[in-house]
């Protein structure tokens, strides 16, 4: 099955975006002749995978590699780097060329940094005497579409940059992809934003349409209607929760990787032991779409009921006179055989974790602690685990959860804990423990806690809830309604005014703003806009609202905005736009240090 994504469902013409993104690569290569050793950045081949299939590549006369510290075994005169602007990296280019040089080897090269250049990365290979060697240019690649409503702008450590390095360059790279659609779909007249970041980003982003105008005369309608951004930190409760969608718990447990997961061969009924195989996992798999959004106890049920009913067909057929056409409409269901025995290896394996005690446990302590009633239960199961040293990143996002739910914690308890982690998992995690204090995730309590009120106010816990028919978004955490979504729901349905106390209540602060040529008209309060036609676009499809996570998403809150995007009286459909994919896991252990971490 293909690595790249199907997008030809996609509610924009994500297909244009990603043959563009190819052609300029292919530009690239094709205007340096003969043939060439592409080194890639490995932070960046599983972006590239989903741009272009590598016998495109090949048909350019490119000799792939992975860029490391080891010299680089070609017999190509030219060597072309395509990298992100990393420090790091410039020493290994700079010591392949060194390499070369005392090997007597007479080669070309060429540097593309990926999707901009940097000065600092520049600087480093004139310290090295490399620069004037190389030839130097850019790759603008901003934007990759994971699957038909998923694009990712591939920026993994934006909120730690953000929230504890204070680098804000992440915030000009988003607002510059957004501005990059809006050169194919058109101005985006409204901008909702809440959160410093996100805030920053639209700002960026007018001072960019200001500087370098989109004029879009024919396009009557933009395409987007609205923008929401959001930033991570509003809400750092959702990401630190279990994921209960099939797609969320795959990625908990097995991380899905640019549309696709590693497993052993084992899992998936493999006979060779420890050897590694790839899944593909985006919505070109029919029934990976089907049940990629729902609650996973309903999917236990999806798989069995469809086995079963094969099960009955295949009977049918061996025990009775079937005619030609029932024997073509059998054949055709084996045609979905192996995607159906995809789904079963991975959900049995999935299965082994979420019946253990431990997991249920941990599901229940998350929900004690949203509910915010039992301080001191919370407290004692988060020091038995620290006691029984369980992995340092299970521990860090039940603490981050306990932290944020609290407004911090009482200085007595913050110590206390403090010094519990060091103890247990070392001294080297003072910087850990600084990151995530600095980033306001663990740290002393210095206001009263208003998560209740919000709780409240925005009925994010949700009893009884029916995960095989749900009428609620609440189904994706089996109770607990991601806020990050509550939030979206209320910008969609009538903008921040109604709820603009409870936003106050939530970290940074939030902007509404016109622009194009709708900025003149009178302020507004429902996606309406200006005028009712602004919802559809030209070709009578609903209008687009892009939902921006600055700081990144889980699984299954994008699980949620599709569950949002499909009820009945909503009137657009709803793409996401996210840093990166993230789960509590990958999320918190980037705030992870060592002493030695510069």
């Given at each position: 099955m293909a690595q790249i994504p199907n997008l030809d469902n996609a509610p924009l013409n994500l297909i244009h975006l990603r043959e563009q993104s190819q052609k300029e690569l292919v530009t690239i290569l094709k205007n340096i002749r003969g043939k060439k050793c592409l080194v890639i950045d490995p932070k960046l081949s599983g972006s590239i995978s989903l741009i272009i299939q590598t016998a495109i590549l090949k048909e350019q006369g490119v000799e792939l590699r992975h860029l490391s510290a080891e010299a680089i075994q070609t017999d190509c005169s030219k060597v072309v780097y395509l990298v992100c602007s990393q420090l790091s990296l410039m020493k290994y280019i700079s010591s392949h060329i060194h390499n070369d040089t005392l090997k007597g080897l007479q080669r070309e090269y060429f540097l593309y940094f990926v999707p901009r250049r940097s000065v600092a990365c520049e600087k480093i290979l004139e310290e090295e005497r490399v620069h004037n060697l190389l030839t130097i240019g850019e790759y603008q690649l901003y934007t990759v579409p994971l699957d038909e409503d998923v694009l990712s702008f591939e920026l993994d450590l934006s909120t730690k940059e953000y929230l504890v390095d204070g680098d804000t360059s992440s915030l000009w790279h988003i607002a510059k992809a957004i501005h990059k659609l809006e050169f194919s779909f058109g101005v985006i007249p409204n901008v909702r934003a809440k959160g410093k970041a996100s805030v920053r980003v639209a700002d960026i982003l007018n001072r960019m349409q200001a500087e370098e105008p989109v004029n879009s005369p024919d396009v009557v309608v933009p395409e987007i209607n609205t923008v929401i951004l959001l930033d991570r930190e509003v809400d750092m409760v959702t990401p630190m929760c279990t994921q209960l969608t099939y797609e969320g718990l795959l990625d908990e447990f097995l991380?899905?990787?640019?549309?696709?997961?590693?497993?052993?061969?084992?899992?998936?009924?493999?006979?060779?032991?420890?050897?590694?195989?790839?899944?593909?996992?985006?919505?070109?798999?029919?029934?990976?779409?089907?049940?990629?959004?729902?609650?996973?106890?309903?999917?236990?049920?999806?798989?069995?009921?469809?086995?079963?009913?094969?099960?009955?067909?295949?009977?049918?057929?061996?025990?009775t006179?079937?005619?030609?056409?029932?024997?073509?409409?059998?054949?055709?269901?084996?045609?979905?055989?192996?995607?159906?025995?995809?789904?079963?290896n991975l959900a049995q394996h999935l299965t082994t974790i979420t019946s253990k005690s431990s997991f249920l446990g941990q599901l229940d302590m998350e929900h004690t602690i949203i509910e915010a009633q039992s301080f001191d239960i919370c407290l004692e199961y988060i020091e038995e685990l620290i006691h029984k040293q369980e992995p340092l990143v299970t521990v860090l996002r039940l603490l981050i959860l306990f932290s944020i739910t609290n407004s911090g914690l009482p200085k007595k308890t913050f110590d206390y804990l403090r010094r519990e982690l060091l103890h247990s998992y070392g001294f080297e995690h003072m910087v850990t423990l600084k990151n995530l204090e600095k980033a306001g995730l663990f740290k002393k309590q210095e206001t009263k806690s208003n998560w209740l009120t919000v709780k409240r106010a925005l009925q994010l816990v949700v009893e009884d809830t029916d995960t095989a028919n749900p009428n609620d978004i609440a189904y994706a955490f089996s109770g607990y309604a991601p806020l990050s979504i509550r939030l979206v729901q209320h910008a969609v349905r009538s903008g921040w005014r109604p709820i603009e106390e409870i936003l106050k209540l939530l970290p940074g602060p939030h902007s509404e703003i016109k622009r194009g040529r709708f900025s003149s008209s009178a302020s507004f309060d429902t996606l309406q806009g200006a005028a009712n036609n602004v919802d559809k676009v030209a070709d009578g499809r609903r209008s687009l609202v892009l939902v921006v996570f600055v700081g990144g998403v889980t699984f299954a809150e994008i699980s949620a905005l599709r569950f949002l995007s499909s009820q009945e009286g909503m009137a657009y459909d709803l793409i996401v736009g996210t840093t990166k994919i993230v789960s509590g896991h990958s999320l918190t252990e980037t705030f992870v240090g060592k002493m030695d971490d510069p």
């Open positions: 991380h899905i990787n640019n549309g696709s997961v590693e497993v052993e061969a084992s899992i998936m009924g493999g006979q060779q032991e420890g050897k590694k195989m790839k899944v593909p996992l985006n919505s070109s798999d029919k029934l990976f779409k089907e049940t990629r959004d729902l609650n996973f106890e309903v999917v236990v049920q999806i798989l069995r009921q469809k086995a079963t009913s094969m099960k009955q067909d295949y009977t049918d057929v061996t025990s006179n079937q005619t030609v056409s029932e024997l073509k409409d059998f054949v055709k269901k084996l045609n979905s055989l192996p995607e159906m025995t995809r789904h079963i």
